[in-house]
């Protein structure tokens, strides 16, 4: 900026204050975007930029009072027409100092919510680390046998404190850091999940103090561990709408079979296939990824046993494609994923009445003519004088159309 006459000692430090400022909103302006703040930043790495930050926003306020102050003295000593241009560049500088602030106050609020965000999952992810450890151990004292000595109850008794304060700690942080956002109903529902899981730990804590000979094992872990298993494989097996013998029955073989329950568990397993299954399964899903260190396996393990509920009765529906798509999401599976993964089981995800060309509104006899005309376009004899590629591909189309037949006739008679 230039200005003209008047006393120079004035106009030097009128000067020096312009620079001032404009290397205190330059300096602002650069903290903000080149903070370093991404999503996989941790809450105290988002939260070290912005108290930095505060002293660059200090810094452009005092700029900005100083550039006025100083701008003030020197137009005592200027002609009028000097005196409208040093208020327009000041009214200038100003206003961009305001907006600047907006932008500033805007970023520390999206800081915040996304530290309070990160904060919350890190004490999720720390509590079920501290209660899968704390599972571990009791599990190895289960399989010891014996009394427990009191300096092990005294460590045993001070890990449980430990969790509950965290349990404690984590509802106070949902109430308070994540009122009214948008994710706050998920971790209520892993938390409610998680605080059912540490009940049963507790169970079997005391059962090991008041029974130490008693061949326990880690039956009661396991059923605790399970439960979001066993309920989202019931929310699959009510996905269409018709809960059949073959799918009950296919849940007690995987869970006697594949999670190894001991008989004497059966009953408390048949309590909570009984259980409503709620609307909202993220923190169902949640629970049941952190039943094994690795998040993946426990994810491979989860789809694998909704896939084989949603094949007991012999037709996979679409209601259940759609459960099913919705699990994997909520597991980090992406669309494309999904869609490789279906394929992998022979599962088809496209909307059998779109496939055959109906309404959801048509009749059976409808459907069945739709269905016929669909496999004489791709009959055998149509294309035996194809290629073969040509043949396999018609193959392929008329057990497509047959499986969406299968999926409609189900539906409609159930």
């Given at each position: 900026?230039a ?9 030097e ?11 205190r909103?330059e ?11 991404n ?7 988002i939260?070290d ?28 000593t200027q ?29 520390v ?21 501290n209660m899968?450890?704390?599972?571990l ?13 009191t300096?092990?109850?005294l460590?045993i ?6 969790i509950e ?11 308070t ?63 269409d ?16 079979e ?20 709620p ?9 049941a ?15 694998g ?47 059998p009445?779109?496939?055959?060309g ?5 009749t059976?006899?409808e459907v069945k ?6 496999m004489?376009?791709?009959?055998p ?5 194809l ?9 392929q ?8 037949m ?9």
């Amino acid at each position: 900026m230039a200005f003209w006459g008047g006393t120079k000692k004035k106009q030097e430090k009128f000067l020096k204050a312009a620079d001032v400022f404009d290397e205190r909103m330059e300096g602002l302006r650069n903290a903000v975007i080149n903070c370093g703040i991404n999503e996989h930043s941790t809450a105290s790495e988002i939260l070290d930029p912005v108290a930095k930050n505060q002293q660059h926003y200090a810094a452009m306020v005092e700029a900005t009072k100083d550039l006025q102050t100083t701008a003030v003295a020197y137009a005592k000593t200027q002609p009028a027409n000097v005196v409208q241009v040093i208020q327009t560049n000041v009214h200038e500088a100003v206003n961009n100092a305001a907006k600047m602030e907006e932008i500033y106050n805007q970023w520390v609020a999206q800081c915040l919510k996304m530290a309070n965000s990160k904060a919350v999952q890190e004490a999720t992810m720390g509590l079920i680390a501290n209660m899968d450890n704390f599972q571990l151990a009791l599990s190895k004292l289960q399989e010891l046998g014996g009394a427990l000595g009191t300096e092990t109850i005294l460590t045993i008794d001070q890990s449980v404190a430990s969790i509950e304060a965290d349990l404690q700690q984590l509802d106070t942080h949902i109430q308070t850091r994540l009122s009214g956002e948008p994710d706050a109903p998920i971790f209520i529902n892993v938390l409610n999940e998680l605080k059912q899981r540490w009940e049963g730990h507790k169970a079997d804590y005391k059962n090991l103090v008041d029974n130490p000979s008693a061949a326990h094992g880690a039956a009661g872990s396991l059923t605790a561990t399970y439960t979001p298993f066993v309920k989202l494989a019931m929310g699959m097996a009510y996905a269409d709408g018709v809960l059949s013998s073959e799918e009950v029955k296919e849940l007690r073989k995987q869970i006697q079979e594949g999670f190894q329950l001991p008989k004497d568990e059966m009953s408390e397993l048949k309590a909570i296939m009984k259980e409503e299954v709620p609307e909202n399964i993220d923190g169902l899903v949640a629970t049941a990824l952190s039943a094994l260190p690795d998040q993946e396996k426990s994810r491979d393990i989860l789809l694998g046993l909704l896939v084989t509920i949603a094949k007991a009765d012999g037709v996979v529906d679409p209601d259940e494609v759609s459960f099913l798509r919705r699990v994997a999401k909520i597991a980090g599976m992406s669309d494309a994923q999904f869609e490789d993964y279906a394929k992998q089981q022979h599962i088809e995800t496209r909307d059998p009445w779109v496939v055959l060309g109906v309404s959801r509104s048509a009749t059976l006899a409808e459907v069945k003519k739709a269905y016929k005309k669909a496999m004489s376009q791709y009959h055998p004899d149509k294309v035996i004088n194809l290629p073969e590629e040509f043949q396999q591909l018609a193959h392929q189309k008329c057990v497509e159309f047959s499986a969406c037949m299968e999926a409609i006739e189900k539906k409609l008679k159930a």
